[in-house]
């Protein structure tokens, strides 16, 4: 009968706490996309290519999250990108096809082989900036997706590399679950989130931003370009060649032609698309670029017969949010969160007026 | 073989030497931050625990008619609430009327009744009649909750202190463990230094030292063989005219430019003599040397506080991981760190734009901003580069007033190039004036003003 | 088993004695000049100008050694380098474009090779539409007003991207406007398919006359007529644009907007026009290359420009962006050393011609032919 106020207030704050936690968002963003997969197994009839698009989609925002690490924070522009996610699909591919390596051994041989790539790109960047940079890292993926093709005997060459499903979990090779990849991903998808969000908010960050905006500035408050350009180059590296290895044990299939400029290019969009130094952002765009298109548009059999309209769409999108929204799809969002806000007050203080009568 | 080793040993130790510094400052930085988490902590305990006492007595006082704040407060608070729901009420039935053309007097008489009905029923809730055996029950039951309250209360205050004490003494056990260890490594120091002899050195009160510094670009001598000391505790003043050389010789000494000839020596925060031409730009803040830009060199995308933070950046001791896992160190060195920026922006009374985005704010307030980012570094030298450049008289007269206090209450020396004669004039306590990148005076503000020379460099000359 | 001939080895060392005596000689003779940086360049380009004719040299013996006596292998390399000759012109053209819009709009364009893909296929379509309708024209004449229509519509298409898209845009930073031309390429390569159809569309030969024959250097070659006539195109194209660089007024204001386009456009120099121009000519140049290309792949397709478009971003970085000159230089370079390597290392020419550069690049970050911009602090 009497409301103890303080103790309401105590767990109304409790519940701020929660949902205003930083990491509230993530687990919410992997939370949904858990259920689109706990659905289908509940027997909802969602088809296998919309599950695939968000497999494949979340796989992306991984390698867009380390991206936007390297342009939004690091100021470095590189579209060296779909290389090393064809790197990690390849090391995967060979390791289990020829030595049934574990999987989990793999992802640590892809992050030292990250390390030891990001640093050579690293350094490439200490001596060429801006535009001739993203040039260059450009030949450096050109040149990879050469040796994609032409290694047969690593690569399979032009017909592309096939697991059939088989992966090395612990010791033996199994055939594995998609729906199990799929959770996986989620997870992983969740707690590289959380690392890109500590990575911006600790000096580290600060270290990319104030390099970014100024590198005489930077070294003068004892930033090391050296240290903080390569350190750019390998957590972005790791990313992508992380998302490469996830993206090969759900596929099971790589080809030379998936990992072009195209790739690269797809993937600045998204960052730029959704804002480059937001999560979120970063989450919105990669559905709008890649989610859109695989999840949503494939649905309808008019988009199926005619793909070209779905990559016109992709392009507009790209045109008009650089043209109308500098700052990304996020804050396109942001203001209209505030204005329908604002709206909805205004509307209720009429209905108030309209019910009770004007003040006075 | 072994001088070189000897070298290697020495600088091995030095560099211990300072983390083990940094250390002890960070325990002592950390230690209030803590105390004042716990007592935060137990202070809310606490009083949740009182509440929760009131709650149990409440219903005997009630019985018993004794009218304690709480009571009254709880009734009160009921009270307004049914006031609130029938003011309300009132409002709505008399605007439904005017938009009807009615009278509302007979809604308005029965919502009356009504609301007169619920505060009996509230008034019935908290006063019902009382009797003597209720007022027995209720102080003996009020003894007993308050007893327990009392007691549970001591020992909340009383695990709160020893807490306090244990993480004092902790804490104390640390720094005297570091002190320990930073004079056992210091005895070995002296070991080894003793064998070799002193690489350089510098008079007792002077901090940096140029020596015959030259510095040309293609043909042009931009700097041409200058020399002077900065003094420990001065404002020391470069003046010069246009393209004298004054940024050049900020940029030798802080490595962005390699000069061509000469030395440069410093005595850094930990009172050793180092050759600066040894050091790489991004070193030199790690000596006690900061400097600023002529144009702001603010990050945009950051509030004022995380722009200081910026500048701190050297002085962390966590890692790339610790920040990638956000360890408890980085957090606690987040707090400490926080706290310090805090109070260097009240200090120089910039606290109203703490949290503020620096996008917008006026060039005063971002000059000071860099400013007050210089402090957060703990440096020894404070090198600006025209700070007045840009701004009106108004803030010029603010901007001397802050390198002052700077000056005085942060123990620093300050090392100025400007142009405007007026704040030179008034803040430095030695100037030295150069034209082509040689020396022409050094003195007193008086000297350098009398200085024929230096009117003639200014004035073009006869 | 890679390197038998050992010609990898020859390289690698060449490579480490040319960086070994340039160190030394930084070290111990650059220190004395009076002028200490001018040194250093010149003794790096002498460097690499040894070093790349180092290659030549090996290529040279290394085809002389696998070739049967009979056949000269000075010959069979000149033919080689010949045969290069359409490849040369076509990446000349989309170069020049590709730098002219870097100067006037600091910005890399991307879809510099869609929009002359466009251009092909209006060629195409056109050229599909006089063999059925005026069956009298001859090849040559159909195929040289197409492809002048061709240019038209990629100049009228550059001239839209520049001024109604790029103008209006609200991010006007570099990294936003090759966002844009991006942008641009997913729309276009998604509109030519609904616009032009699914069919076959192919664009024939200039002329299909014998191949050219002559002796140079005591050496038999041959040349096609029609990478003949695309090389005269491509000349008599470049040398009206320099010309018209150095002497016109437009020329003048190109080259005022590309050192600064603030102070240029204070100045009086219309710069809206200037780099709405520049779009259009790069488009122009562009389309030429990509009709002059289009018989080698015998249709057009919408991945046609692509492999073009990467080369010439090599060759404007390898040739340095601030000049047109080096860019050139290097057009020349790249498909020859392609062509060549792909003697010596079949399938891995592309990447190793792309090492090289990033290489060249890694010592000379402004290009061959740029120069240091010194940094303010």
Known sequence: MICKNEVCNDRKAKIHQITHHPYFGFFIITFLMLMVQLLRVIGVPISITLLRAFGITMIYIIVALGFSILLGYAGLASLGTAGFVGIGTYLLGYFTKNFGLSIFLVIVISILGAIVIGGIVGFISLRIEGMYLAIITLGLSEILNEVFKNAVSITNGTNGLGLNGILVIFKNPVVVNHNTIFIATAIIMFFMMVLTLNIIKSPTGRAFLAMRNSTSAAQAMGISILKYRLLAFVVSTVYAMLAGVIYMSYISFSIPTTWSLAFSLNILAAVIVGGSQSIYGIVLGTFMIFGLNLGVLQQFSFFQNNPAISVVFNGLLIILVIMFYPGGLIRLVNTTYHKLKKIVLKLMTKWRVYRYGSDN | ??????????????????????????????????????????????????????????????????????????????????????????????????????????????????????????????????????????????????????????????????????????????????????????????????????????????????????????????????????????????????????????????????????????????????????????????????????????????????????????????????????????????????????????????????????????????????????????????????????????????????????????????????????????????????????????????EIQNSKIVQEAYLGGE | MFDTTGFWRDIILSVGILFIIYTLLKIFVFKRFKNKDRAKEVGLNIALVLGIMYLFLRIYILIDFNLPDVIPAGNFMLSNILNQTLQVSVLALATTGIVLIFKTSTTTNFAQGIIATFGAFVAAKLIQNFTLNYTEMSVTTAVVLSMIAAAITAFIIGIFVDSVIIRNSKDKTPVGKQMITMGLVLVLSGAMPLIFGKILLPIPKLSYAPNIQFTFLGANLSITVHAFYALIITVVLLTILFTALRFTKWGLGVRATASNELVASMMGVNTKIITAMSWAIAGFLGAVAAVLLTPNATNVSVGLMTPTQVNAFMAAILGSFSSFLGPLVATVLIPVLTGLLSLVVPLWQNAVVYLIILAIVLVKPMGLFGKKVAKKV
């Open chain 2, 1 to 446: 073989m072994v001088p070189i080793i000897n070298e290697l040993l020495i600088t091995f130790h030095e560099k211990r030497i300072n983390s083990i510094k940094t250390k002890i400052n960070f325990n002592e930085n950390y230690l209030p931050i803590k105390l004042q988490n716990i007592t935060e902590k137990s202070e809310k305990k606490i009083k949740f625990l009182t509440l929760k006492a009131q709650e149990r007595i409440l219903p005997f006082e009630i019985a018993a008619g004794v009218e304690s704040d709480y009571l009254k407060g709880k009734y009160n608070f009921h009270l307004d609430k049914i006031n609130d729901k029938y003011y309300w009420k009132e409002r709505a039935v008399k605007a439904s009327a005017s938009r009807k053309n009615l009278d509302p007097k007979d809604q308005v008489q029965t919502l009356l009744e009504e609301k007169n009905l619920e505060i009996k029923k509230l008034n019935n809730i908290y006063f019902p009649a009382t009797s003597n055996d209720a007022k027995t029950e209720y102080n003996n039951q009020k003894a007993v909750i308050e007893n327990e309250l009392n007691s549970k209360v001591s020992l909340i205050t009383e695990t709160l202190n020893k807490k306090i004490a244990v993480t004092e003494a902790l804490t104390q056990s640390k720094i005297d463990k570091l002190i320990v260890a930073k004079a056992r490594l210091n005895e070995k120091l002296e070991k080894l230094t003793s064998k070799k002899e002193e690489r350089y050195s510098l008079d007792q009160d002077v901090v940096l030292s140029i020596k015959n510094l030259s510095m040309h670009f293609g043909g042009l001598k931009a700097v041409d063989n200058l020399s002077f000391d900065v003094k420990e505790g001065e404002i020391f003043g470069l003046i010069g005219p246009n393209g004298a050389g004054k940024t050049t010789v900020f940029n030798c000494i802080t490595r962005f430019y390699r000069p061509n000839s000469g030395e440069m020596y410093f005595k850094n925060i930990y009172g050793e003599v180092v050759h600066l031409n040894d050091k790489q730009v991004h070193n030199i803040i790690k000596e006690g040397i900061v400097r600023t830009f002529q144009n702001v060199e603010i990050v945009w995308e950051l509030n004022v506080v995380d722009n200081l933070l910026v500048a701190a950046h050297t002085i962390y001791r966590s890692g790339f991981f610790g920040h990638l896992l956000n360890s408890r160190l980085l957090r606690q060195e987040e707090k400490v760190m926080r706290k310090k920026a805090e109070q260097i922006l009240e200090d120089l009374s910039l606290g109203a734009y703490k949290y503020a985005y620096p996008l917008g704010l006026p060039y005063g307030i971002l000059k000071k901003i860099e400013l007050a980012r210089t402090l957060m570094a703990n440096p020894k030298l404070i090198i600006l580069d025209e700070p007045a450049a840009g701004l009106n008289d108004a803030e010029t007269d603010d901007l001397a007033k802050i390198i002052k206090k700077i000056q005085k209450d942060y123990n620093t020396t300050i090392f100025l190039v400007e142009h405007d004669m007026g704040l030179v004039m008034e803040i430095c306590d030695t100037v030295c004036a150069i034209s082509f990148g040689k020396k022409l005076a050094m003195g007193t503000p008086k």
